[in-house]
């Protein structure tokens, strides 16, 4: 009995020390958290990504409003309104999913699409997000991609009066919209003329137009695609249709007779890129095993390096959200030619005269 209450009181003073051990981690754990939780928050999975909009007064450091460029020819909101009335007016099919829409769609609609005459998306959900959709019935799956595409020409077809050209483009490519203004300028949009990234398929060297890139067609071009190759079914009577729909869209364009152009800008650079600017700007790329089928199957030399990369780019693709609003930023708001009104002033009055009390870095 005796040895039974020795053990007891050792086990009950154990428990006790145990105990206040337990209680001194935790509250040392506690103050931890509470000292450096912004670095506990700082290593565990970022959220997504959110929808970012730059007001007009956000810029106005360089006297440009939101959309508007001034360097190198770019506009500003004074002559912007008469840029709109001579430029061509180009609408764009912007194809997504509901399973892209927060994650891509949505930063391709607070980008680059406000530069379009009009962005739509094709999808098979509205969005609030996306303030413009085209509800693409029975087109939900890649396989099916041809005939979302081909809904959204049909469509673009009935509105031919308010555009010049059209662009199709995906949830992940970044367009330079003026770049593209600038290139079909001269040209008549009723000629049926198409462009874009020129490939060839591997079964048969076919020319073709990377979807991924994107691929412009005249209002000329839509009008014969639609009225002959559609709704005439010339293409899907004489043609045998696979699951690629650029491949299909350039097999049946060549067979309505509309003219391939050259997308290259006046020095042979290529403005239509299948890649993002970082692996194109990349000269070791163009040895890359990753990358060899694009200079086999390419149709034009395809060349990477900084060198080799065009001032009139038009599209990049397999952007990332991040990466939509980092050439956003560089393109639309950055401007170093422009006459600055924001000079350095003092720290302790910026301090002073700050909204909200800053507490110093920590210093490591």
Partial sequence: MIVLCRMARKCSRRFILASLILIILSYQLILLICTYHEYILAVLPDPPLPVQRRSAEA????????????????????????????????????????????????????????????????????HPLLPDTLLTSGASTYHQLWDKVTQGFVWAYKQRTEYDWVVKTDD??????????????????????????????????????????????????????????????????????????????????????VELLDSRDSSGRQR???????????????????????????????????????????????????TMYLLYYLIYFVNPGAASNSTFRSLRESLFHSPEPRRPALLI
């Fill in 59 to 126: 810029s106005g450091s360089n006297g440009t409003t939101d959309g508007a460029r001034t360097r190198d020819g770019r506009q500003g909101e004074s002559d912007r309104g008469h840029k709109e009335e001579t430029s061509p007016k180009i609408l764009c099919l912007i194809v997504t999913s509901p399973q892209y829409h927060e994650e891509r769609a949505a930063h391709v609609a607070a980008t680059w699409a406000t530069h379009c005459t009009r962005a739509v998306f094709l999808t098979t959900a509205h």
């Fill in 272 to 322: 239509f890129h299948v890649y993002p600017p970082n692996k194109v700007l990349d000269p070791r790329q163009a040895n890359s095993f990753w990358h060899l089928w694009l200079k086999k199957i390419s149709v034009l030399p395809y060349k990477f390096g900084f060198s080799e990369m065009s001032k009139e780019v038009i599209s990049f693709h397999y952007v990332d959200a991040q």
């Fill in 172 to 257: 992940d490519t970044f367009l330079l919209v003026e770049n593209l203004q600038k290139a079909v300028l001269t040209l008549d949009p009723d000629q049926p003329q198409a462009t874009g990234l020129h490939l060839r398929t591997w079964e048969t060297s076919s020319t073709y137009l990377n979807g991924g890139a994107g691929y412009v067609l005249s209002r000329g071009a839509v009008t014969r695609l639609v009225e002959e190759g559609i709704n005439g079914r010339v293409c899907s009577d004489h043609l045998n249709f696979g699951p690629g729909e650029d491949v299909n869209m350039a097999d049946c364009l060549t067979y309505l007779g």
